[in-house]
């Protein structure tokens, strides 16, 4: 199990400004791991932001942000809105906006007397909501409900990440057509034309225009690399800056040479074009990968959306429109035809067809019945519908998805951790390297425009954001696309290790069957069918086993009499037992009745071995010590079982079954299946044992699972697997969720794994490979090979689609065919 599930941890998701590469994402993680307190730190530059795992609590917010502040980069704030109903006090006001600035991560308040609404701007992840409630009750002395962004998207962050994009769309398209024009007038040679210009009014004007792309369009660039400068670091703009800051300077310290003494400066190249177009390249990679950035993130957004923005809800009879975000629990809502539910609650109606495809992927409707669970997002498909509130925002089914998704998408697989401590190096090293290169060039008597051109080749075209997108694009792509699909994926090293596993260990019950259990037969030794199941459902109405509902249905079925015991002992992996009228009672195994003292016919194995035989699951009901029959319950296999098992043994992967049913029934239902394996008899306590036995063989173990009683197995598991429509229990127990109980959904992830894993070994040996390339050749091996002069603006140009390849490339990941 990862770090992300350990639960002596508490975790944060810190929203950061200002990364741009690989290096970036290094020195954040080195930072916040350098907090005594920090236990695990998972930074993705593809979704600017960090998950943090501490001990305690509560985090110190004032240490966060000055451990992140230093390292050059900023947490990004958000601004939200809190109703204080009939609050005008401003005696109160100025004590709450005082009490609100003590609360960590709070920056500022404001409050609007005309709607009585309070402006709220914090750092989400370490303002807790409940302190802000609480401050607010205290004092106001009112009580307040803050949906503190329930879908938990920022929406203002969206909106300035889109000008962002378009406002470096515009500069570099700006940029690189002033770098044309440098280019046309500083070539004379080659555009004659221009001739006709003096060419002090040529230099000045390719200055002019130049300067304007540097410090106007490239300002975002400079900022970076000054803000960085400070505390010593250095990221993608250090880089950038130094290539295009440097053919700048040159190029001025020349022209001016040219102006006041060109019989010493005329003759020198110019490379005013470069400068300009490696701004205006840099600018125009970067829009172009934010914007493909932007789509590898559509799919959690799509499912933060499902909830309704409005809700219908029944006040005394009457209807209003509110706001989604301000329902809360016992509220009663109404749902007409195509409408969203807008949260978790109860069914009140007689029945409804509900929609679920967008939580589960299941294709039709599913029929509710009242009484049954209504969730958020989830469309009515039929007549409208009244159902009760049980749980809104963040704690709906709904709000847990997207909650695990963004940590699955925030969690790394281990080769990222090569990668951050490459990306850490990376920029100070390149820097070497270029410094490097134009001293040899220097000494080799070449000139100073040559040495200098490779210069700024080797800082320019190095590339660590590619490295650092490479794996966080293609797992939050992944992770989205698995959602889509029905399944949950809570870490991504769980996609890894899931190509390893060479054993799938199924739980019988509820996982490759239905169940559904229902009776089939029963043998009587004493009295009759009716007073043998109504002992029977009478020990089961203490329990909530499949067992225990088959048998009470059947006698609900048959109208019979159901007394209610004021006591019932649970033998887990055994029965139940009790005392009626003064009698010892007891349903369940064999092994109970032998516990019990219960005298067992001769002939007990062979009815025993028939009923197994057919796959019936078995209950023996004792009375005083006396075998009144066996019950024989059918479960039926699911529909897709048989493919599933089949489709593993042909990828060599062993499967298993394991049941607390009789050894026949094991062996027939495994022998329908093709399963290699079974463990029968096996009461739930010794689900985990069974887990280990095979790992201590060098396995690498998948159990799949739906109880409480698969908890602990799945926990021992390489990889646990439950099906959620199981207990939440076993749900929170496991790495991987199935949200319908669809076993093909096991191929479909393991295919999508594999997928998944190419696309990151494609873009690290694409990120990899291309610095290792282009590198030397920047550097001047072309010109010395083939006396080829690489020229700094297709440097340029070559690192911003290097970075737009590698994003690109992940979003392939969601048109992959992954099956049916």
């Known amino acids: 199990m990862s770090e992300q599930n350990n639960p002596h941890l508490n975790f944060m998701v810190l929203p950061i400004d200002g990364m741009t590469c690989a290096s970036c994402s290094a020195r954040v993680k080195k930072s916040l791991d350098g907090i005594d307190w920090v236990q695990s730190v998972d930074v993705n530059l593809a979704a600017e932001q960090a998950a943090i795992g501490f001990n305690g609590p509560v985090a110190d917010a004032e240490k966060l942000i000055a451990t992140i502040e230093d390292a050059g980069y900023r947490i990004r704030t958000r601004t939200s809105e809190i109703v204080i109903p009939e609050f005008n006090d401003p005696t109160k006001l100025i004590s709450l906006q005082a009490a609100l600035k003590e609360i960590p991560g709070v920056e500022e308040s404001s409050f609007n007397t005309a709607n009585e609404t309070l402006s709220l701007k914090y750092i989400p992840g370490i303002v807790a909501v409940r302190t802000v409630e609480k401050t607010i009750a205290r004092e106001t002395g009112i009580k307040v409900i803050w949906r503190e962004q329930a879908s938990g998207i920022d929406e203002e962050h969206e909106r300035k990440s889109m000008e962002r994009i378009q406002r470096q769309l515009r500069d570099s398209v700006f940029s690189i057509i002033s770098a044309l024009i440098v280019f046309v007038l500083t070539m004379p040679h080659f555009f004659s034309f221009v001739e006709v210009i003096p060419s002090v009014a040529r230099n000045g004007i390719a200055f002019v225009l130049t300067s304007w792309a540097l410090f106007g369009a490239g300002r975002s660039i400079l900022k970076g690399f000054f803000k960085k400068l400070k505390p010593g670091k250095s990221d993608m703009n250090t880089l950038v800056s130094i290539g295009a800051g440097t053919a700048w300077l040159y190029s001025t310290v020349i022209m001016v040479g040219d102006f006041i003494l060109p019989e010493v400066f005329r003759g020198y190249h110019l490379f005013f074009d470069s400068a300009a177009f490696i701004t205006g390249f840099i600018l125009?990679?970067?829009?172009?990968?934010?914007?493909?950035?932007?789509?590898?993130?559509?799919?959690?957004?799509?499912?933060?959306?499902?909830?309704?923005?409005?809700?219908?809800?029944?006040?005394?009879?009457?209807?209003?429109?509110?706001?989604?975000?301000?329902?809360?629990?016992?509220?009663?809502?109404?749902?007409?035809?195509?409408?969203?539910?807008?949260?978790?609650?109860?069914?009140?109606?007689?029945?409804?067809?509900?929609?679920?495809?967008?939580?589960?992927?299941?294709?039709?409707?599913?029929?509710?019945?009242?009484?049954?669970?209504?969730?958020?997002?989830?469309?009515?498909?039929?007549?409208?519908?009244?159902?009760?509130?049980?749980?809104?925002?963040?704690?709906?089914?709904?709000?847990?998805?997207?909650?695990?998704?963004?940590?699955?998408?925030?969690?790394?697989?281990?080769?990222?951790?090569?990668?951050?401590?490459?990306?850490?190096?990376?920029?100070?090293?390149?820097?070497?390297?270029?410094?490097?290169?134009?001293?040899?060039?220097?000494?080799?008597?070449?000139?100073?425009?040559?040495?200098?051109?490779?210069?700024?080749?080797?800082?320019?075209?190095?590339?660590?954001?590619?490295?650092?997108?490479?794996?966080p694009t293609a797992i939050i792509v992944s992770m989205g696309r698995a959602a889509n699909l029905g399944i949950l994926v809570k870490d991504a090293s769980v996609l890894e290790k899931l190509l390893a596993v060479d054993t799938f260990l199924f739980d019988k019950t509820g996982t490759l069957t239905e169940g559904k259990l229902s009776f089939e037969q029963a043998i009587v030794y004493k009295g009759d069918e009716n007073s043998l199941l109504g002992i029977a459902a009478t020990l089961e109405k203490h329990s909530t086993h499949p067992i225990a509902k088959a048998i009470l249905n059947e006698a609900e079925s048959r109208k019979l009499d159901v007394v209610s015991l004021e006591k019932a002992d649970m033998l887990t992996g055994f029965g139940i037992k009790s005392s009626l009228e003064g009698k010892a009672i007891g349903a369940g195994n064999k092994k109970l009745m032998q516990a019990l003292g219960v005298k067992l016919p001769e002939d007990i194995d062979a009815q025993v071995d028939t009923l197994s035989g057919q796959g019936m699951s078995l209950i023996f009901v004792a009375e005083d010590k006396e075998l009144l029959g066996i019950i024989g319950l059918a479960d039926s296999i699911r529909d897709e079982s048989k493919n599933v098992v089949g489709a593993l043994n042909k990828m060599k992967i062993e499967t298993a079954m394991v049941t607390g049913d009789a050894e026949k029934t094991a062996q027939h239902i495994a022998a329908k299946l093709s399963i290699s394996k079974i463990f029968a008899?096996?009461?739930?306590?010794?689900?985990?044992?069974?887990?280990?036995?095979?790992?201590?063989?060098?396995?690498?173990?998948?159990?799949?699972?739906?109880?409480?009683?698969?908890?602990?197995?799945?926990?021992?598991?390489?990889?646990?697997?439950?099906?959620?429509?199981?207990?939440?229990?076993?749900?929170?127990?496991?790495?991987?969720?199935?949200?319908?109980?669809?076993?093909?959904?096991?191929?479909?992830?393991?295919?999508?794994?594999?997928?998944?894993?190419?696309?990151?070994?494609q873009n690290l040996l694409w990120a990899f490979g291309y610095n290792v390339l282009m590198m030397p050749s920047a550097a001047g091996l072309l010109y010395l090979l083939f006396d080829i002069a690489f020229n700094p603006a297709f440097a340029a140009l070559a690192m911003a689609m290097s970075s737009v390849s590698v994003v690109s490339n992940s979003l392939r990941l969601k048109q992959v065919k992954i099956g049916d």
């Open 284 to 471: 125009l990679g970067r829009s172009l990968e934010a914007r493909a950035r932007k789509q590898t993130g559509l799919a959690l957004n799509s499912l933060a959306k499902l909830q309704p923005e409005q809700a219908r809800k029944e006040v005394e009879g009457a209807v209003e429109m509110i706001e989604s975000n301000q329902l809360k629990s016992g509220d009663v809502c109404i749902v007409k035809n195509g409408e969203r539910i807008p949260a978790d609650g109860v069914l009140l109606s007689k029945d409804a067809e509900i929609d679920e495809a967008m939580l589960s992927g299941e294709s039709l409707p599913v029929a509710k019945e009242k009484g049954q669970l209504v969730l958020t997002g989830t469309i009515n498909a039929g007549s409208e519908i009244k159902f009760q509130v049980l749980k809104t925002g963040a704690d709906t089914a709904l709000g847990q998805i997207v909650q695990w998704v963004r940590q699955a998408q925030n969690s790394q697989p281990p080769v990222q951790q090569l990668v951050d401590k490459i990306a850490a190096v990376f920029v100070p090293v390149v820097i070497v390297i270029a410094f490097v290169t134009l001293l040899v060039w220097l000494i080799s008597g070449q000139g100073l425009s040559l040495s200098l051109m490779h210069f700024i080749n080797v800082i320019v075209i190095a590339c660590p954001c590619a490295l650092g997108l490479a794996t």
């Open 681 to 761: 008899e096996q009461p739930p306590q010794m689900k985990a044992g069974i887990v280990k036995k095979i790992q201590e063989e060098e396995k690498i173990v998948a159990m799949i699972g739906d109880g409480v009683n698969d908890a602990v197995a799945l926990s021992q598991a390489d990889i646990g697997i439950a099906l959620a429509e199981g207990t939440d229990v076993a749900v929170d127990a496991a790495d991987l969720v199935l949200l319908r109980p669809d076993l093909k959904l096991l191929l479909k992830i393991k295919k999508l794994a594999g997928r998944t894993e190419s696309i990151i070994k």
